[in-house]
């Protein structure tokens, strides 16, 4: 396994970082890419090979891979796409501004890196993509409209990209965690804090539940994993000769998925109402 090489982005903490060390430690040559400096200096010391990517940036995108491909003789294996947060907030609170910074980085920016190493995959006769889309790809909470509408577009990207790939030995692959134990909490708060302005909203009772929510330590939500049980997952869409195109990470995820082909629509409604807990949970 050696010889496999990976490019995974938003390696600073929580999925990323626990992937990029689980890989490094099966033999994969991992290359964690993180958008803070001191973060990818943390990275390095640990003995990963890092470097810096902000997703935002399309000359970014460019220089972190063709570093990559420079240390690789031209080549890449594999690329997840992990890098993402998550902007709170009620639909009719979020600002174009506010949508438009989610999806640079949830979105654009993953697409146009997966873009720029497709054609080093379809050279070498084959490769793995893999999305980390999230439970919130395949149903909606509400006061996550932002986060929800970036992962629902970036699973119809990832299906129809597997779509037109087929015969070209790349495979692509979504994992769809529920709950996981990182900081993503801490980087939604922040995120929050930029663009509501809770105190004008009609909202604005309900937003002080949530940032308790989101200030909160310890699991937010039941059935919270660590973030190994993603890694688990990753292993088999990269190693397994006939990967899954879709993995399923906790309970609510399987749960979800279940009730969305079941359920009429107002029924469904009902329990995403009283799960997301208007934003508490």
């Known amino acids: 396994m050696s010889d496999k090489t990976i490019l995974i982005t938003g390696c600073s903490s ?4 626990r992937v990029a060390r689980g890989l490094k430690a099966r033999g994969w040559r991992v290359f964690a890419t993180a958008r803070q400096p001191a973060d990818v200096a943390r990275l390095q010391a640990e003995g990963l090979e890092s470097l810096p990517l902000d997703l935002r940036d399309s000359d970014a995108i460019r220089t972190a891979v063709a570093a990559v491909l420079d240390q690789t003789g031209d080549r890449l294996d594999a690329l997840f796409n992990n890098g993402a947060y998550g902007q709170p907030g009620a ?21 146009e890196l997966t873009n720029q190493v497709l054609p080093v995959m379809r050279r070498q006769g084959g490769g793995r ?8 790809g395949l149903v909606a909470f509400p006061y996550r409209g932002a986060y929800v509408a970036s992962k629902f577009a970036l699973e119809g990207l990832a299906d129809t990209l597997r779509l037109e790939l087929v015969g070209t030995g790349i495979h692509v692959c979504l994992i769809e965690p529920g709950p996981i134990l990182s900081r993503f909490r801490d980087n939604a708060h922040a995120a929050y804090r930029r663009h509501i302005r809770a105190e004008t909203s009609p909202h604005r009772e309900k937003y002080a539940a949530m940032e308790a ?69």
């Open 213 to 281: 929510r989101l200030l909160k330590e310890g699991p937010a939500a039941p059935f919270t994993l660590p973030p190994e049980a993603v890694l688990k997952r990753v292993v088999h869409a990269l190693e397994s000769p006939r990967p899954r195109t879709r993995y399923p990470v906790t309970v609510p995820t399987y749960l979800f998925a279940i009730l969305r082909r079941w359920l009429p629509t107002r029924a469904l409604d009902v329990v995403l109402r009283r799960a997301g807990g208007a934003g508490q949970r």
């Open 14 to 17: 929580g999925i990323g970082q």
């Open 91 to 111: 639909v009719e609170d979020l600002s174009r501004e506010a949508l438009r910074e989610q999806f640079e980085t949830n979105l654009f920016g993953t697409q």
């Open 129 to 136: 993509i893999l999305y980390n889309s999230s439970v919130l």
